[in-house]
C-alpha cells in the first residue's frame, strides 16, 4: 500500500514518494513565542506528530524538524509591556510550549531551530538573493523582488496580477514594488538587533523557515507543512525565496490543516473565546483534547464546544473501557477456547483497515472509526465462553499500536497514596474557597479517574475508593 497525500501545491491527492527511499525530511512551522499558544496553534503540533508518528509505523525514518520564532514585532511588544528582555520572554514561553504540547502527546521535534541562532546563515542567504538581483536593500531594509520570482502564487493558486489589486505599500515601508516582501528590517530605536552588512536590523518573518529548512534539511525538503492561514503569504513567500536561491524544488509536499472555531465562531480575543491550552487542559484531560482534534479529517475545520468534547471524551472512554476489560480477563483467562485463528483474522483486518484510512491522506477519523470497531469485536469475543490468551494478547498489542500512532497510549494505573488524596482534596477545597470551580471540578474529575469517590458533607469531604 502507498500512501496517497493531498498536496496543497497541486490540489489532489499524490502518491508519496520520499527523495530518498526509507527516508522523510519534514518541517513544520512552529510558534511565535509571546505568549502561550491557543486551540489553534495547537491543531498543526497534533495533526503532524500524527502524521510523523504514522510514517514511523509505516517503517520510515523522519528527521522531523519545527521552528520557533523567537524575534519578531508582537514578541518585542510583549517584552517591552512585560519590561522583559526578548530572549528572557521566548525562554518562558519556549518551554510553557514543550509542556503544554507535551500533555498533548505530542513528542519534541528532532530539531526545534530558533532564528536567532541562525542570524548569520540569514545574513547569508540574503546576501545571495541580492547577488542574484532577486533581492536589494533600501535604507536599512532588504526586500524581495517578488515579480522576478516565476511562479510567484503557485501555491496559493493566485496570480501576480490578482495579488497586484490587494497590494499597498505602507508609509514606513521603502520598497519599490507593493508585491515586494521584507527579507531584513532595520532595526528601530531600542529594539533588539543584529550587526549586517545592510546596518543594525532582523530577520523578517518569511525568511526564517527557508534559511533553517535549508541548513538543517537540505535545498529540497519532503513535506513542509503548517496551519491553513500560513499558505499565504508565508509559505508563498518561503517558496520564493528558496527556490530563487537554490533553483530547486523547496518542497514536494506540502500540507495544511484547517482552522478550528469556538462554538461556531471564529476564535479571537474581541469575541472573548480565545483559548489557551494552559488553560484548558486544567479542565479537560489532555488526551480527550487531543482525541477530539483527531475525529475530524486534518483538512477539514474544527468546531471546539463543550457538546462535542463530552462527545470526544465518551468515545475515548469506550476504548479505553475495552482494552481494559480484556487486560482483566488476560490475568484470569485460560487456553480452552476454539477459534483462534478466526479471531486472529478478525484483528488483523482491522488494522490492515486502520493503514487503508491513514494510507487515504491520514484520515484520523476514519482510523478512529475502525479502533472503535475494534473496541466492538474485543466486547463480542469476551462474551464468548472460552477466551484464550492469544487473542487477548493479540488484541492488547493492536490497540497499543493503532492508539500509539494516535499519540494516545493507555495509561497505567498509579494509584494515589492517602497523602496524595488529602492534598488533592485540600487544593479542592481551597479553589471553591477561591471562587475557581473549574479547578475544583478538575480535581474532583482526577481523583474520580484514579477511583476515588468524593462527598461533600455537612462534617467536610469524605472519600473512598471505588
Known amino acids: 500500500m502507498t500512501i496517497q497525500l493531498y498536496n496543497t501545491l497541486t490540489r489532489k491527492k499524490e502518491p508519496f514518494v520520499p527523495i530518498t527511499e526509507g527516508e522523510v525530511k519534514m518541517y513544520v512551522c512552529g510558534p511565535t513565542v509571546y505568549n502561550y499558544i491557543h486551540i489553534g496553534n495547537a491543531r498543526p503540533v497534533i495533526v503532524f506528530d500524527t502524521v510523523r508518528r504514522y510514517l514511523d509505523y509505516r517503517g520510515y525514518h523522519v528527521t522531523y524538524v519545527s521552528n520557533f520564532t523567537d524575534v519578531d514585532d508582537k514578541i518585542i511588544k510583549a517584552a517591552n509591556e512585560l519590561g522583559e528582555e526578548v530572549p528572557e520572554l521566548t525562554e518562558r514561553f519556549i518551554q510553557a510550549f514543550f509542556e503544554d504540547v507535551g500533555a498533548l502527546g505530542c513528542k519534541k521535534a528532532d530539531m526545534h531551530p530558533r532564528v536567532t541562532d541562525h542570524i548569520q546563515d540569514v545574513i547569508d542567504f540574503i546576501s545571495l538573493l541580492i547577488e542574484k538581483e532577486y533581492a536589494y536593500e533600501s535604507e536599512g531594509d532588504v526586500y524581495f523582488r517578488t515579480r522576478k520570482f516565476d511562479g510567484y502564487g503557485k501555491l496559493s493558486h493566485q496570480s501576480i496580477d490578482e495579488l497586484k489589486v490587494g497590494a499597498r505599500i505602507q508609509a514606513s515601508e521603502r520598497k519599490q514594488d507593493a508585491l515586494d516582501f521584507v527579507l531584513w528590517k532595520a532595526a528601530k530605536p531600542g529594539e533588539i538587533s543584529w550587526n549586517s552588512p545592510w546596518g543594525e536590523g532582523r530577520p523578517g518573518w518569511h525568511i526564517e523557515c527557508s534559511v533553517m ?164 469485536l474485543a466486547n463480542v469475543y469476551l462474551l464468548e465462553k472460552n477466551t484464550e490468551k492469544a487473542v487477548l494478547e493479540a488484541f492488547l498489542k493492536t490497540f497499543n499500536q493503532l492508539m500509539d500512532v494516535l499519540g494516545l497510549p493507555f495509561k497505567e494505573k498509579d494509584e494515589l497514596n492517602d497523602e496524595a488524596v488529602d492534598q488533592l482534596i485540600e487544593e479542592r477545597l481551597e479553589a471553591r474557597k477561591n471562587r475557581d470551580f473549574a479547578r475544583a471540578d478538575a480535581i474532583r474529575g482526577e481523583l474520580k479517574e484514579q477511583g476515588i469517590l468524593l462527598e461533600d458533607t455537612a462534617q467536610g469531604v469524605r472519600w473512598k475508593r471505588a
Open 213 to 376: 529548512a535549508r541548513q538543517l534539511l537540505g535545498d529540497t525538503i519532503d513535506i513542509h507543512a503548517g496551519g491553513q492561514d500560513l499558505t499565504f503569504p508565508h509559505h508563498e513567500n518561503e517558496i520564493a525565496q528558496s527556490e530563487a536561491l537554490t533553483g530547486e524544488t523547496f518542497a514536494r509536499y506540502w500540507m495544511h490543516n484547517g482552522y478550528i472555531n469556538i462554538d461556531n465562531e471564529k476564535m479571537s480575543k474581541s469575541l472573548g473565546n480565545f483559548v489557551t491550552v494552559h488553560d484548558i487542559i486544567q479542565q479537560i484531560d489532555p488526551q480527550v483534547l487531543r482525541f477530539f482534534m483527531l475525529s475530524v479529517h486534518y483538512r477539514s475545520p474544527v468546531n471546539f464546544s463543550q457538546d462535542l468534547v463530552e462527545s470526544a471524551s465518551n468515545g475515548l472512554d469506550r476504548i479505553r473501557t475495552a482494552y481494559q476489560n480484556i487486560e482483566h480477563r488476560l490475568e484470569v483467562s485460560a487456553d480452552n477456547g476454539d477459534q483462534h485463528d478466526i479471531w486472529l483474522h478478525k484483528i488483523q483486518e482491522q488494522q490492515t483497515a486502520f493503514e487503508e484510512a491513514m494510507d487515504d491522506d491520514f484520515n484520523t477519523a476514519n482510523g478512529i472509526a475502525v479502533i472503535f470497531e475494534l473496541a466492538s
